[in-house]
T-cell receptor, first 115, second 110 residues
Framework: GAGVSQSPSNKVTEKGKDVELRCDPI?????LYWYRQSLGQGLEFLIYFQGNSAPDKSGLPSDRFSAERTGGSVSTLTIQRTQQEDSAVYLC?????????????FGDGTRLSIL | DAKTTQPPSMDCAEGRAANLPCNHS???????VYWYRQIHSQGPQYIIHGLKNNETNEMASLIITEDRKSSTLILPHATLRDTAVYYCIVGPSGTYKYIFGTGTRLKVLA
């Protein structure tokens, strides 16, 4: 079946613009995660959704970042007034639920470049 | 949030077993150990996970020490396609934050 799909795969934008990144999880997966990976670094956890709810938003780097999930499926990560330090690969993952039995399945990410 | 420690890099000869260590001394009783790998420009790929017992699947084996403070991922017959960054993480914690760290860069040599 289809895996986690992220769009766009690449995004180049000017500093100060808003960007919206999309994640389509695997069908039936109730848990959804967003991560950020800067060049040569590990993954930085941003936010987690169980269904449409995000129990903990403290991983979001600043109030310019927001995320939502509708219908328990598609999620969007929005970055307002982008800064050069926002340049990174943004990865989305989903799992069947958040129990320890279910591993996360990742998309190939959106590579965001802020000029 | 439990953290893991891994060596930054390792080399392995093609066809030999690759043994990748991970320390997770602050792991709590209900947290699992997961292993993922990431090949350049792709998202991480799930390999294996376990709680207390050793686990094996078609990709790898996972050996967890009895005190659960460390584990080893074993790729029994490494191939050039196994060259990747390997991440060991523990979770889920009560805060849902999975901390990936910088992983081990495994290079399989021909």
């Amino acid at each position: 079946g289809a895996g986690v799909s992220q769009s766009p795969s690449n995004k180049v934008t000017e500093k100060g613009k808003d960007v919206e990144l999309r994640c389509d999880p695997i069908s039936g997966h109730t848990a959804l995660y967003w991560y950020r990976q800067s060049l040569g670094q590990g993954l930085e956890f941003l936010i987690y959704f169980q269904g449409n709810s995000a129990p903990d938003k403290s991983g979001l780097p600043s109030d310019r970042f927001s995320a939502e999930r509708t219908g328990g499926s598609v999620s969007t990560l929005t970055i307002q007034r982008t800064q050069q330090e926002d340049s990174a690969v943004y990865l989305c993952a989903s799992s069947l639920d958040r129990s320890g039995y279910q591993p996360q399945h990742f998309g190939d990410g959106t590579r965001l470049s802020i000029l | 949030d439990a953290k893991t420690t891994q060596p930054p890099s390792m080399d392995c000869a093609e066809g030999r077993a690759a043994n990748l260590p991970c320390n997770h001394s602050t792991i709590s009783g209900n947290e699992y150990v997961y292993w993922y790998r990431q090949i350049h420009s792709q998202g991480p790929q799930y390999i294996i996970h376990g709680l207390k017992n050793n686990e094996t699947n078609e990709m790898a084996s996972l050996i967890i020490t009895e005190d659960r403070k460390s584990s080893t991922l074993i790729l029994p017959h490494a191939t050039l396609r196994d060259t990747a960054v390997y991440y060991c993480i523990v979770g889920p914690s009560g805060t849902y934050k999975y901390i990936f760290g910088t992983g081990t860069r495994l290079k399989v040599l021909a």
